[in-house]
């Protein structure tokens, strides 16, 4: 039968601006949003049988229907009213619930696979279309290129070209659920919304738009966050923030060497997940 292997690159926010609640609960924000070379690695295999299978083997990660890949997977043979199914298994390099978008990521290469294996033809405009019912960041990993985010994320614009930058990856495992920070999320009247530069010739124009609503949330419960930040940039970076709800901190560095020091100096023996990963 036909079958893919396929990577699910993980995301970071530059920015991430709150804007306002809405009636049907979510946000509307404004972000900047590039994904960076840490994968999750999705096989799909087309089955005769009708089922979808997903399997994963990391815990936090639902096998079957709880999974989003299971729900991409479903939304797109039910479109192609196929009698086929799918076998489909994820080898999780992303941490879980971490504000790196692996879910989102793995629901939207699910769908651009079997769109493929299918031979469906949608426009990537339909498959994210389809991927935003599944997840408001599905549509920008559709999108495969660094974006502005407006919505719930749903709408998307190619960013100017960014220089490359190496990216320190630090996770200090404290368990954050995206719903507790929105829930406990204090609006405050803002007006008007930061310019964002038309140019970033420098990594130092990139760290000009650090900023992260959700951190006045996550830092005063888990401090620690701020503690990676501070070390992150007393070790040579030239911005540090948390990603999306967290508690994931990202650093931007010049060069490998420089992250890699830093790496050592923060998480050996604390047993905290970390990477270093260049842009997309
Ligand atoms: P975001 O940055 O979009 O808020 P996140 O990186 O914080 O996302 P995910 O890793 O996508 O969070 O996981 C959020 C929840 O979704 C997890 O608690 C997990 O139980 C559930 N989940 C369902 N399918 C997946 C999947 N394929 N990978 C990871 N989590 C999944």
């Known amino acids: 039968m036909k079958s893919l292997t396929l990577k699910a690159p993980a995301k970071i ?9 809405r009636s049907d609960g979510y946000h509307d924000l404004r972000m900047v949003m590039q994904r960076v070379n840490l994968c999750d690695e999705i096989s799909i295999t087309l089955t005769d049988e009708p089922d979808i299978t997903v399997t ?30 799918a076998i489909i298994h994820i080898t999780k390099n992303i941490p879980v619930a971490a504000g790196l978008g692996g879910g989102s ?5 699910v769908l651009m696979g079997m769109n493929e294996l299918l031979g469906l033809g949608l426009s990537d405009q339909r498959l994210m279309e389809i991927g935003v019912k599944l997840g408001a960041d599905v549509p920008f990993f559709i999108f495969k290129k660094t974006a502005l985010a407006e919505g719930i994320g749903e709408h998307l614009k190619a ?5 490359a930058v190496w990216v320190l990856l630090v996770n200090p495992g404290v368990h954050v659920s995206t719903a507790w920070v929105y829930k406990n999320l204090q609006l405050t009247n803002r ?6 530069p038309y140019f970033y010739g420098s990594i130092e124009s990139i760290c000009s738009i650090l900023s ?3 951190e006045s949330v996550t830092i005063p419960a888990f401090p620690v966050i701020a503690d990676i930040k501070n070390t992150m940039l007393r070790l ?37 997940f970390a990477a270093t990963v260049q842009t997309l």
Do not use: H, Q
């Open 236 to 272: 040579g970076a030239a911005g540090a923030m948390m990603s999306g709800s967290g508690p994931t901190v990202f650093g931007l560095f010049r060069d490998k060497y420089s992250a890699e020091k830093a790496r050592e100096a923060l998480v050996d023996g604390t047993g905290w």
């Open 105 to 109: 990521s793995d629901a939207a290469t």
């Open 13 to 21: 926010n530059y920015r991430l601006d709150v804007i306002g609640r």
């Open 191 to 196: 007006g008007e919304l930061a310019k964002l």
């Open 159 to 163: 960013m100017p070209d960014m220089p």
């Open 212 to 214: 992260n609503d959700l």
């Open 56 to 85: 994963c083997g990391k815990n936090g990660v639902p096998d079957g229907p709880g999974n989003i890949a299971w729900k991409a997977a479903r939304e797109l043979l039910a479109l192609a009213e196929s009698k086929l199914g």
